[in-house]
């Protein structure tokens, strides 16, 4: 699957005769309209990224104390998005902030981040219900990433019981998402064409 996938907008239905004049029926205008639209809407949603990702390593500069071009103003490739569908700004600012942490502490940023397990989760949801213990991953990742969001499910739901039924289940989940979805590219030092080398498709 890809970002755009506009083929059977440009496939005509049938065999054209192409030495004969043919006039562009007003249906394939309004697809042709629809892909430009779907091009402008990727193009700024592509710039929006940047723009947060800068804001984001401005922040991490300021929060770990880096005043020259050190690590964190070198990790722009690694905030590089790996899901299909388009992350809200909330979700890529915290995929963001926890890429940056790492690197400001020197540990690996080949792994999962909690943006990443919680798209994927929510990307499930929404195909079919989550089973008990896939929904206890999820309310513990949105818990641990959105405390202030999350707050509330407490009101609705018995978090805890949900932790001390399944728990164990979710343990095992988050352990293969963390895994599944881990980024062999994703290093400090990687260059442009070392990422795109690596082929990435990104996540579902």
């Known amino acids: 699957m890809t970002i755009l996938e506009h083929s059977n907008l440009c496939a005509p239905d049938s065999p054209r005769d192409y030495h004969s004049p043919c006039d562009l029926p007003a249906a394939s205008l309004t697809e042709l309209d629809a892909l430009f639209r779907d091009m402008g809407d990727l193009i700024e949603s592509t710039l929006d990224r940047c723009t947060w990702a800068e804001d984001e390593i401005e922040a991490a500069q300021l929060r770990h104390g880096e005043w020259k071009r050190g690590p964190l103003w070198n990790s722009f490739r690694l905030l590089r998005p790996t899901h299909q569908r388009p992350w809200p700004e909330l979700v890529y600012r915290a995929h963001c902030q926890e890429l940056l942490n790492r690197v400001a502490a020197g540990t690996d940023t080949r792994s999962a981040t909690d943006a990443e397990k919680l798209a994927v989760l929510s990307a499930a949801s929404q195909a079919a219900p989550l089973n008990s213990g896939a ?70």
């Open 135 to 204: 929904e206890t991953l999820y309310l513990r990742i949105g818990i641990r990433l959105f405390p202030d969001i999350f707050d509330g499910v407490a009101d609705v739901l018995d978090v805890q019981a949900y932790e001390t039924v399944h728990g164990s289940r979710a343990d095992d989940y988050e352990a293969q998402l963390t895994r599944k979805l881990a980024q062999p590219w994703r290093t400090n030092g990687t260059t442009a064409n070392e990422v795109e080398q690596q082929h990435i498709s990104p996540q579902e």
